[in-house]
């Protein structure tokens, strides 16, 4: 089977990325590795059963990366975390201070509302429509 497995997020720190996807998100810690230049493989997921795709935690590098962060989609939505209880993980992430950027709204395609990440990625919160 063919599946995309991570897709890299630029942050500024691993250690506050990490604390924001697992504590505020309730995404889990799959590997924090060092490497040989200093740098860590720093990878994280919202699933339980290892079948979504990840997040490769991967500091910037230089100007040109540092200047990414928070602004990697050109300020579009560029992620959808799907939920099965929209509910139960908005006020779970409202609770934990993740900042939405608006009101829970009720589309043919399910509900929804934008947040944004700890860099001002815009994401959106999404139970599917049955």
């Known amino acids: ?7 890299t997020l630029v942050v500024d720190d691993y250690d506050t990325a990490i ?6 998100l309730g995404f889990r ?4 590795e060092p490497r040989g230049d200093g740098s860590r493989w720093v990878v994280v997921e919202p699933g339980a059963d290892g079948h979504g795709t990840g997040l ?3 500091r910037a590098k230089d100007e040109a990366q540092r200047g990414r962060v928070g602004d990697q989609t ?3 939505v560029g992620f959808f975390l799907h939920t099965d209880d ?4 908005h006020a779970r992430m409202t609770a934990a201070g993740v900042t939405f950027l608006e009101e829970p709204r009720h589309e043919p ?4 509302a934008v947040f944004q ?3 001002g990625n815009r994401w959106d919160l999404l139970q599917p429509a049955e």
């Open 29 to 32: 810690l799959v590997a924090d």
């Open 1 to 7: 089977m063919r599946r995309i497995a991570l897709v």
């Open 117 to 119: 990440d700890l860099y």
């Open 19 to 24: 604390r924001f996807y697992t504590d505020a």
């Open 56 to 58: 490769l935690l991967a």
């Open 74 to 76: 050109g300020g579009r």
């Open 109 to 112: 395609y399910g509900t929804v």
């Open 86 to 89: 929209f509910a139960r993980d």
